[in-house]
């Protein structure tokens, strides 16, 4: 997760940070070159039918990446060059990183993130299993931890998704809708923000998700769960001003301004045949929901949305599959009720955080919203250690002012380079360049692709 500022100033901070970032997870990665080794510490025991002296010639490499290069590999190589490398040897899909970062708004951060992915029954019958961890803390006091997984038991037959939260946050806010200036009160141009002048809101966050999924048919499962999300002690501490989006939102929809609770019931659709989680070469994903959330279950209004998620990937390439194509649409519409203000889909809402490159979360947001986005993903190096992407996304929402969905889109895009973490679950660490409308641009750093 990443913690953002304000208007003109977030550019500045995010691009100092990004940078500080980078460099810093270079250097203190070396403190993890003991965890990565480990990734070569586990070995297959032969068959018991099997003798020693024809194991060599019988048993055939249990790693079908031990070709490629990773991390890990970078590491044995400088630490170790004279250490060969044993093919029998299976790879972790354990991979620490350190989470380091600065910016004035946050100060120091300082932290540990790992990612895990493990397939728990036989493959190709059952899909790979993810976690991830985040833990960190700022010299501002603010502090985020989270757990997230989607975990498939053998033979898909059941699938769990969820996630854990628990932060101090800061959470940047630049208005209702997609940038349209349309006529009305001073109220009403203080909540569309048509310039994006930026705000800052601090809060204490607390959220719980988890969906549980049957499969009824191949590649096809129905599901439910619960989610909650409860913000308290909300605060701008940027302006004096009552004419902030987040007051006008909250005054006519009738939310307290220090705290809300958004929480609801998940019904869920989903189709999958994507070969890998993390970075898929061929596939499709695709999700359908209804959220109703419910007073009855604490939530301080009632609301009903309908959210979807597509994805899909086309391979260019039997000899080299990193060659990828790869599309993603993800929306969210309210059919009736309210939202609190800071659960709005909008921009980096997508439940990754990892829509809209080219913006800062929340840049863009309405009661209804869709995103789509297309990036092409192809090789550098013939290790597979280095690769890059390409992509552009555009946006759109509605506003209360007359403003539909649709009726206006902002663009985005940009270049990165992916570097391989772990090639046993196909990890790598992300760095992007992109940009937007209105100034928007900046770097953006993470661990496995956008989608």
Known sequence: MEFRHTANQIEKYNYNRIKFSILSRLFLSAGFITLSSLAYSQQIKPADSLKKDSLAAAVKPTDSTYKQYDIADLFRKVLHPNRKVNPLRKKSGITPIPNVAYNPSIGAQIGIKAVAGRVLGSEPNTLMSVAATSASITTKGIIYFYINHNIYTPGNKWNFQGSLVAAKTVTPDFGLGIGNNQPGSVEDEALLNPDRKGYVLHAQYYSFKEKV????????????????????????????????????YSDRHGFDRDHYSSNGLLFNVQYTTRDNQNRAYKGIYADAGIRVNQSWIGSTKNAVQFTTDFRKYWSLSARNPEHVIAFWNWGSYLASGAIPYLELPGTGKDPAFRSGRGYTIGYFKGTNYNYSELEYRFPITRNKFLSGVTFFNVQTTNDELGTKIFDKWQPGGGAGLRVLFNKATRTNLCLDYAFGNYGSRGFFLGLNEAF
């Open 213 to 248: 999924y049957k499969q009824v048919e191949e590649n096809l499962f129905v599901g439910a769960g619960v989610s909650f999300d409860i913000r308290r002690k909300i605060e701008d501490r940027t302006t004096e001003s009552e004419l902030t989006p987040y007051n006008i």
